[in-house]
């Protein structure tokens, strides 16, 4: 089923109009020194842009996020990338639904189409690269298992530095998960994954990416916010690098190591200055452009994790709600 759309090197699912990446995401929060300090520890390429934080993988000229200042954290907009080939024809599909399409926030030069989702997040979709995977992403122990006779491992000062490779996929707490995968699916032309009933739903892109570029957890009923940003790091060791590395640097609050049921990933998360989580991740399960995922109504006791730590009194908490109904966070 794989296409070659006339330009080589392109894998596209033929006959089918959907986005291929999750190209950005933009995420406003109240003090961008606490946010470059804290990317910055979990292993980032944090680079001062505009009067915004742009967020690198270390070696990759792709800016995978940015982080703008103001009032209350949220998420600002996310922006997904589509072939060059759909773009007329996703935004005249968008038109036919009535979506009201909107120009460029100020200050934000673009040629690409915005407009909200249900949830009132802003999208950009644009033509660009396709930054999601074209296969499963390779996974394994830094440096390989050591031969016999021969010492493994580093000491602790002459460890590396914990630095993911790529950004994976964020998860969204939203007030109707199903009307949200039912919308992703009409307008975007994502898939759904996995869902545990109404409470959590991963959703793919067509064009062969990771078990899920976007997930949406259930908000019971309160404003939507962000959960997570999740970063591919490669193998477990890197993992646990990691969750050392921002311990080190006074990051102590997080979550794992564990094992998720809906994406298969290793994990490890750090919970941010606002609430939200930042996910070392390993391992995800990958849906192919020729492969037709079979998504499942999953149990709730699968809906988190195979094996792990306990799980964090707050780590379900929606902290951005309480933002918009003046709680204390």
């Known amino acids: 089923m794989t296409a070659i759309t006339g330009k080589i090197g392109i894998n596209k699912r033929p006959g089918e109009l959907g986005v291929h990446s999750l190209s950005e995401f933009n995420v406003v929060v109240p003090d961008l020194k606490a946010a470059q300090d804290f990317y910055t520890a ?6 001062e842009e505009d009067n915004m934080l742009g967020l690198y993988t270390h070696g990759n000229a792709h800016r995978w996020g940015a982080i ?9 907009m996310v922006t997904y990338a589509i072939f060059e080939e759909d773009f007329e024809l996703i935004k005249k599909r968008i038109e036919h639904m009535r979506i009201k399409l909107l120009d460029p926030p100020p200050g934000f030069e673009s040629n690409g189409i915005f407009f909200y989702d249900l ?3 802003l999208i950009q979709i644009k033509v660009g690269e396709k930054t999601s995977p074209d ?4 996974f ?6 050591a031969p016999p006779n021969k010492a493994g491992s580093w000491s602790r000062q002459a460890k590396p530095e914990a630095r993911p490779t790529r950004f994976a996929h964020m998860l969204a707490f939203v007030p109707d998960v199903l009307a949200t995968v039912e919308f992703y699916e009409r307008v975007l032309g994502m898939r759904l994954s996995d869902r545990t ?3 959590i739903a991963f959703m793919h892109g067509i064009h062969g990416s990771d078990h899920h570029m976007f997930a949406f957890a259930n908000s019971a009923g309160r404003a939507p916010g962000l959960h997570h940003l999740s970063w591919d790091i490669g193998s477990v060791n890197g993992i646990g690098l990691g969750a050392a590395q921002m311990a080190d640097k006074g990051y102590v609050k997080g979550w794992g190591l564990g094992r998720h049921v809906l994406g298969s990933n290793y994990f490890h998360y750090m919970q941010d200055p606002w609430g939200s989580w930042c996910e070392y991740s390993a391992d995800i399960d990958y849906v ?13 006791e699968d809906g988190i994790y195979v094996w792990g730590p306990a799980l964090p009194e707050d780590f379900l ?4 709600a309480d933002q918009f109904e003046g709680k204390e966070s």
């Open 42 to 47: 979990f292993g980032l390429d944090v680079r």
């Open 68 to 76: 703008s200042e103001g009032a209350i954290k949220k998420i600002n």
């Open 119 to 121: 949830n009132n997040f």
């Open 135 to 138: 296969e499963k992403v390779a």
């Open 140 to 145: 394994g122990d830094i440096d390989g298992s």
């Open 197 to 199: 009933g109404d409470m």
């Open 288 to 300: 192919g452009v020729d492969h037709d995922w079979e998504s499942k109504d999953h149990p709730p």
């Open 317 to 320: 908490h929606n902290y951005e």
